[in-house]
């Protein structure tokens, strides 16, 4: 049942791709790690030409294959009676993906940038900077920021008007929902033409102001802190909190296994960025026991510990 329902998602992405239409044909993703590849290959599998741009040429080059195995997994479902249709799929996506590691470059032939770099504000702010003085003047900046907020994101930038949030899920290829975020002042025609994208690349997007963690991270972190607080406790232990989300309120994973999944470090970084924010808020108060885990290095599923141990990939 599981299989079936994960199978009609990816195939529904795909075919709903292919059946839209979008004002936006060429996009640079910016940043090559975890969520701008997945973000590269919903594009590219959905027809556009992307250029994925990382300071790092490894990074790149991790990126490349990743995608591959991951359009590879695509078109074994949604072409499993026609493997060689399924290989020109793949083929096709992948040639579609250019890299660069020069970011300004890459945002001179975009209609639309999406920065998926890391979660620092001065350094998602130096790169605006850079890209609003070459990039074409119709070119629309968004950013898949989880915790920033986008109107302090778009202060550094002359074309306020076509910048907006455009917040993915992990992982991208999966995951169905797209945030489309508008700041201030994002004007209605950069809003729409984010939306038409969005369902362009197969996702489905709702609309949220600039509000802290959009929709979904905004009810999460209080929900994962809540799952932490209480396993801190010793109320109940990780595998039974766990357990008890899933059977219990149907979610795909509990909260400290989705944590883990996240990255502790990345709950700790949002977590500690909104107490200092908004001090007052009793949800965002620091947590002993997550502060202990990062400092030990225990940061989730990528170093092989957090809440539960992992095999080292
Ligand atoms: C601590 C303090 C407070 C702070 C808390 C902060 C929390 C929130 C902060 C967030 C920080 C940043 C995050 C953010 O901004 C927003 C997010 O992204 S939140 C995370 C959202 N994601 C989820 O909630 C994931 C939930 N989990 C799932 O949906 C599933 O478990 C998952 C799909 C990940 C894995 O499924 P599972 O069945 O367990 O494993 P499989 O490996 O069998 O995969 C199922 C199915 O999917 C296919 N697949 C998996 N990955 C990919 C991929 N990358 N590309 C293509 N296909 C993929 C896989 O092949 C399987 O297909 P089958 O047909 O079933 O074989
Ligand atoms: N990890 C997650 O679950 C999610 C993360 N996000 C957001 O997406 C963004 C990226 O997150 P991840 O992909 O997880 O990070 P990551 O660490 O996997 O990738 C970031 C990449 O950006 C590159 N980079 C850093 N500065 C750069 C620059 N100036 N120019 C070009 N490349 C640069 C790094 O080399 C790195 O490869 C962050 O803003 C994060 O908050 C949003 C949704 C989910």
């Not at 640079?28 to 701008?36: F, H, N, R, S």
């Not at 991790?62 to 991951?70: E, L, T």
């Not at 032939?109 to 998602?124: H, P, R, W």
């Not at 959009?214 to 396993?231: D, G």
């Amino acid at each position: 049942m599981k299989k079936m329902v994960q199978f009609g998602v990816i195939a529904r992405n795909f075919s709903n791709s292919s059946a839209m239409q979008s004002a936006i044909k060429n996009i640079t993703v910016i940043g090559g790690g975890l969520m701008g590849s997945g973000i590269a290959q919903v594009s590219a599998q959905a027809g556009q030409n992307v250029t994925l741009v990382d300071l790092s040429p490894e990074v790149l080059a991790k990126s490349q294959k990743s995608i591959g195995a991951n359009l590879g997994r695509v078109a074994k479902k949604v072409y499993k009676d026609k493997p060689q249709e399924g290989e020109k799929f793949v083929a096709e996506s992948m040639a579609r993906i250019k890299t660069s590691t020069d970011p300004a470059a890459a945002a001179k032939s975009a209609d639309l940038v999406v920065e998926a770099i890391v979660e620092n504000m001065g350094v998602k702010h130096k790169l605006f900077q850079q890209l609003d003085a070459v990039a074409p003047e119709h070119t629309i900046f968004a950013s898949n920021t989880s915790s920033l907020s986008i109107n302090e994101i778009c202060s550094v930038v002359k074309r306020k008007d076509r910048f907006g949030g455009l917040h993915f899920f992990n992982p991208v290829p999966v995951m169905r929902l797209l945030e489309v975020v508008r700041g201030a002042e994002t004007s209605d025609a950069t809003y729409k033409t984010m939306m038409e994208w969005g369902k362009a690349v197969g996702k489905t997007c709702i609309t949220c102001k600039d509000t802290p963690g959009f929709v979904v991270n905004r009810l999460l972190v209080p929900y994962i802190c809540e799952a932490i607080r209480l396993y801190e406790r010793g109320d109940a232990s990780a595998r039974d909190i766990d357990t008890a989300m899933k059977l219990g309120a149907g979610y795909p994973m509990g909260p400290l296994e989705l944590a883990d999944y996240v990255g502790l470090d990345t709950n700790k970084f949002i977590l500690d960025g909104w107490h200092n924010k908004y001090p007052d808020q009793p949800l965002f108060k620091p947590i002993p026991l997550l502060n202990k885990l990062v400092s030990e290095g225990k940061l989730g599923v990528k170093a092989g510990e957090g809440f539960y141990k992992y095999e080292k990939k």
